[in-house]
């Protein structure tokens, strides 16, 4: 079973140990909100985050109490803790927060705005090239249904056919006399 009452110099190892894991708590903090500036995640991507990050502070803490006291909660670990949080918040995590955000208006204005114009400008060429390629696809399928002649005077080929035609043959006249292969009797 472990003793209650430490003596004060494992209370202040502890008590440092917990402010270094304070510092460390802050600084993953602090990374996950400059993936926020950065990325801009949506809004369940950030609950989830957020949550992973209080279950991964949660454990730090744990193993700080571990390490410090044999895992017996004490109050002056969750103080050390939040100094060390706040030290890191108040010193460091400023610079970062303004380091990100600088380096996000240096990619904003050199990188994502000129590949943003690019994109336009090539989304708008494809909107004008696809809008000739549909009216000249439809210019093509409208000519497409279009007969050489008028469907009443196609003339088709029977000699292929099984049905035979008959036709009435007429006799030419010649000179006006006889009709051609009509002998009288």
């Given at each position: 079973?472990?003793?209650?009452?430490?003596?004060?110099?494992e209370?202040?190892?502890?008590?440092?140990?917990?402010?270094?894991?304070?510092?460390?708590?802050?600084?993953?903090?602090?990374?996950?909100?400059?993936y926020?500036?950065?990325?801009?995640?949506?809004?369940?991507q950030?609950?989830?985050?957020d949550?992973?990050?209080?279950?991964?502070?949660?454990?730090?803490?744990f193993?700080?109490?571990?390490?410090?006291?044999?895992?017996?909660?004490?109050?002056?670990?969750?103080?050390?803790?939040?100094?060390?949080?706040c030290?890191?918040?108040?010193?460091?995590?400023?610079?970062?927060?303004?380091?990100?955000?600088?380096?996000?208006?240096?990619?904003?204005?050199?990188?994502?705005?000129?590949?943003?114009?690019?994109?336009?400008?090539?989304?708008?060429?494809?909107?004008?090239?696809?809008?000739?390629?549909?009216?000249?696809l439809?210019?093509?399928?409208?000519?497409?249904?279009?007969?050489?002649?008028?469907?009443?005077?196609?003339?088709?080929n029977?000699?292929?056919?099984s049905?035979?035609?008959?036709?009435?043959?007429?006799?030419?006249?010649?000179?006006?006399?006889?009709?051609?292969?009509?002998?009288?009797p």
């Open positions: 079973m472990t003793e209650l009452n430490l003596p004060l110099e209370q202040l190892h502890g008590f440092l140990i917990a402010v270094a894991a304070g510092v460390l708590l802050g600084a993953l903090y602090d990374a996950v909100r400059v926020r500036i950065l990325m801009r995640p949506p809004k369940r950030v609950f989830f985050l949550t992973a990050v209080l279950v991964l502070c949660s454990f730090l803490t193993l700080t109490a571990l390490a410090s006291c044999s895992g017996v909660l004490r109050f002056y670990l969750f103080l050390g803790e939040g100094l060390g949080w030290l890191y918040a108040f010193t460091l995590g400023k610079i970062t927060v303004r380091l990100a955000s600088a380096v996000l208006w240096v990619l904003e204005r050199l990188l994502f705005r000129p590949v943003q114009c690019l994109a336009a400008s090539g989304k708008a060429l494809l909107i004008r090239l696809s809008g000739k390629a549909k009216a000249f439809k210019k093509i399928l409208k000519q497409r249904k279009k007969a050489l002649k008028p469907p009443g005077k196609v003339v088709y029977r000699s292929g056919s049905r035979k035609i008959k036709r009435k043959r007429i006799p030419a006249r010649k000179d006006g006399a006889e009709l051609a292969g009509h002998t009288e």
